[in-house]
């Protein structure tokens, strides 16, 4: 009976995700269930956010703004101002290299540094062209599939740096 319960409870809990499913936004909710959805702990949920993702996009803003019954304008305002938030970046291709501590102690930091060599960028920047943004987070909720890299919104797990390199490859990145 009890497993039954539970997993009722787990059903529901998975029929309020995200419509992407994605399941970063799990511990966005978990962040603001924690902070009873106040309105003032905002900036801590932000940090969180940006944690999981990498960055903010408007997606995640919205999600926010609901959650906390917050005109999104507000949102975004405290997003652009406080420097240790950034919005979503520029490029036309996106790169999220997880280095929370089960992707760190797999490799991402190698992950990493492959990335960076060959588009000739740091973490956080975006290359010259614009082709792509090099981001980091820290645990994307994926630490059973770590090393875990998200291109382009899609999480991929068990990413070798040769894997990571192949997949900018194609995004046109370093040929030339
Ligand atoms: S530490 Fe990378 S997904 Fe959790």
Redesign the pocket.
Known sequence: MVANAEKVTQKKAEQKQHPSGDKRFKALDITMKRNQYRQDALIEILHKAQEAFGYLEEDVLLYIARGLKLPLSRVYGVATFYHLFSLKPSGAHSCVV?L?????VKG?GEVLAALEKKACIHQGETTEDGQMSLMTA??????GI???VVFDGEVAGKVTAEQALERIEKWGIGNG
């Open positions: 997880c929370g501590t089960a992707c760190y991402s820290r645990c994307i909720g994926a630490c770590a090393p875990a």
